[in-house]
């Protein structure tokens, strides 16, 4: 075993080939990043021009980070449409190419290669149809599709006509879901009737009839064929997406839309209450997107690219579809998981395709870290050129793991560190700019300015080998605008804790040298194998069951995912802890939220630390779980401090 410190000490300069190949190296790195903090609207000025305008930009950046007043612009007189950019300018020199190829979830069923042409054929006839169906430019269509070629068809098709989509994770229960359109109001679901995942099937559509009780009745649902398991069909209600293709006209204009018009929601959790949307826009989402896929990656012409997040995510938003189209790249879209049929999926789809640049979750790395090497050995990796993780902090182990193992030593590995509030990359190594340490984000992407705050005080802490809390001075053009109908929520959670900045809610440390690591949530937010959850969120459902008086939701160090979640739950009175309703309450959370954010621990607690205003003390909850009672800090505010000594005496066994 190698020790954090040890692997730590150890950095990885990338191959003079890399180097020779790199888009950005480390002199280039130096002098761009300089000129993007020291005239922002100059840099951006000159990279807005990376994607097409119909009417440029005279404007570049307009912000203001008051709390109270916050806006953010940027190329606010500029028009353009996104799809435009995605197809349409590429046909001429990339008609024939393969713009997506389509891996799906039975390595035995045949790949697809659809080109530009065909991409621009599909997603104008989406396009028609959904303006048959009466979405117009601002209306917002929910998009809750497995990972099928339909699902950027959809995207595209939604900017294409100026329709604001939001993905919903087919992953999500329909309680969720219904949630998601109801709180953007919209007009159309786009669903398939089964979702194939490592052999297994989710009944989309089913779950979307089943939101759609709670929903207005005049939401419409356009339903996509992926395996024929069709069941309820609501005429009127429901529509034939694969029949209405066969019908539908080639070709739709894109439309004009402004730089800061919406392009997407996606719903996201916080520390506190339900999920918020996170409103990103046109103009400076797409110029954002593509540089960061272009230069973190060291995309080339010509390359294969794959990324393994979901669409669901922002990670398939920003790295499956926008950025890579957008450079009129090869995208790889797959429909499976890492362990089907077995722990070589990932790397024999490498092989098949011969993939440049691939990247993936921490998670998914330890989890086949875990089924020995023998399944990557047996697959030909000398395609990959570029390696990438994002989601969570990635452990040493799994780094060298994935360094080693994977890359064969001779490719670098860029640790993005972002969220879906930022749209794309906002710390990470680039391949050929710079070297690399086990679990280090390094450095900031072009126009970034990282500080560390002291989490109390909120005043910078200069200098190196320092750490608190991450925030961001000034903004970028990936940047979210708002909080979909809420843009006080929007201000509250991003910008009154430290004024004047960018909020991360990550904490992150400074080294030595001064490169970036970041250090975790320092909210309410846990990372369960990468997907982002808010502990209220699962309180709250916890507590909508009819035996639960209360509960306390934490997240605890786990192998694989990262963190799990740990759930203190009390009863109501009348009611005995036993398995079953452990059982029952585990099935509650799923049905509620979905299987992502199923209990990986209940420990029944008959009462929670509290202090005497009320306020649950999660410090020491998290302690607990952590099996660390050794530093439970002050216990004397409590109202009742006996019950921490019934929760150590009674800790769950994991
Ligand atoms: C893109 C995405 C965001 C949160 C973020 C942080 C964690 C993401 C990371 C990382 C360490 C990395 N995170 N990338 N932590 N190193 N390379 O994941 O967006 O789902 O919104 O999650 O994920 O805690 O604040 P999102």
């Not at 896929?293 to 398939?316: L, Q, S």
């Not at 697959?379 to 793991?401: F, M, Q, R, Y």
């Not at 802490?461 to 708002?482: A, H, Y």
Request: with cysteine; charged share 25%.
């Amino acid at each position: 075993m190698t020790t954090a410190a040890q692997a730590e000490a150890k950095v990885f300069p990338p191959s003079a080939e890399t180097v020779a190949r790199a888009h950005v190296d480390a002199e280039k790195y130096t002098q761009m990043y300089e000129a993007s903090v020291n005239d922002p609207v100059k840099f951006w000025g000159e990279h807005g021009k990376r994607i097409d305008w119909i009417k440029p930009y005279t404007q570049v950046k307009d912000v203001n980070y008051d709390f109270g007043s916050v806006k953010i612009n940027w190329y606010a007189d500029g028009t353009l449409n996104v799809s435009a950019n995605c197809l349409d300018r590429h046909l001429k020199t990339r008609g024939d190419q393969t713009a997506i190829i389509w891996e799906p979830d039975d390595p035995n069923d045949e790949a697809q290669h659809i080109t530009y042409a065909e991409l621009h054929r599909r997603t104008c006839r989406m396009a028609n149809i959904l303006e048959s169906m009466g979405v117009r430019k601002g209306d917002r269509v929910v998009i809750y599709l497995p990972m099928i070629p339909e699902a950027a068809y959809a995207m595209l098709a939604c900017a294409r006509i100026g329709a604001i989509h939001s993905i919903v994770f087919a992953g999500f229960s329909p309680d969720a879901l219904a949630a998601r359109v109801n709180g953007c109001d919209a007009k159309v679901i786009i669903t398939a009737d089964e979702a194939p995942r490592g052999g297994r099937k989710t009944p989309l559509k089913s779950n979307a009839d089943a939101a759609l009780l709670h929903c207005k009745d005049t939401v419409k649902c356009l339903v996509v064929k992926r395996t024929g398991g069709q069941t309820t069909w609501i005429d009127g209600r429901d529509y034939d997406y694969n029949e209405m293709a066969l019908e539908a006209d080639d070709y739709c204009a894109p439309a004009e839309m402004n730089a800061e018009d919406p392009l997407f929601i996606l719903y996201t959790s916080g520390s506190t209450g339900q999920p918020k949307g996170v409103v990103h826009t046109t103009g400076g989402y797409l110029v954002y997107a593509a540089m960061t896929h272009e230069i973190t990656f060291d995309y080339h012409d010509g390359d294969i690219y794959w990324c393994t997040a979901d669409v669901g995510w922002v990670t398939g938003h920003s790295y499956i579809v926008y950025g890579p189209l957008a450079n009129g790249a090869t995208t790889l879209m797959f429909e499976g998981v890492p362990t089907y049929p077995d722990a070589s999926r990932f790397w024999q789809v490498c092989e098949k395709h011969k993939v440049n640049q691939f990247y993936t979750a921490p998670t998914a790395i330890r989890a086949l870290m875990g089924q020995g090497n023998e399944f990557v050995e047996k697959c030909d990796l000398s395609s990959l050129k570029t390696l990438g993780t994002v989601g969570e902090p990635i452990n040493p182990e799994a780094w060298n793991w994935y360094n080693d193992v994977v890359g064969k030593g001779k490719c670098p590995i860029v640790d993005t560190w972002w969220q879906t509030e930022t749209g794309g990359h906002m710390m990470t190594p680039l391949p050929g700019a710079h070297a690399t340490k086990p679990g280090s984000a390094m450095k900031p992407f072009f126009g970034v300015q990282p500080v560390v705050l002291d989490p109390q005080s909120g005043v910078e802490i200069t200098g190196n080998g320092v750490e608190g809390v991450l925030c961001i001075k000034d903004s970028w053009p990936g940047q979210m605008r708002t909080v979909w109908g809420d843009h006080e929520r929007f201000e509250k959670t991003y910008f009154s804790d430290y004024k004047g900045y960018y909020f991360t809610g990550d904490g992150c440390r400074r080294d030595e040298d001064g490169d970036y690591w970041i250090t975790g949530r320092v909210d309410d937010v846990i990372n369960v194998s990468g997907h982002r959850m808010g502990t209220a969120e699962v309180e709250s459902a916890l507590v909508a069951h009819a035996a639960v008086a209360e509960a306390a939701v934490v997240g605890y160090p786990h192998e694989i995912k990262g963190q799990g979640i740990y759930c203190y739950v009390t009863l109501m009175n009348d009611r005995e802890p036993s398995d079953e309703l452990l059982k029952e309450l585990r099935t509650w959370v799923r049905t509620e939220i979905g299987p992502i954010a199923s209990p990986d621990v209940i420990q029944w607690a008959p009462g929670l630390p509290k202090t005497r205003s009320g306020k649950i003390m999660r410090r020491i909850l998290r302690k607990i779980a952590e099996n660390d009672f050794g530093s439970l800090g002050d216990t004397s505010t409590l109202a009742d401090p006996s019950v921490v000594e019934d929760l150590i005496a009674n800790r769950a066994n994991k």
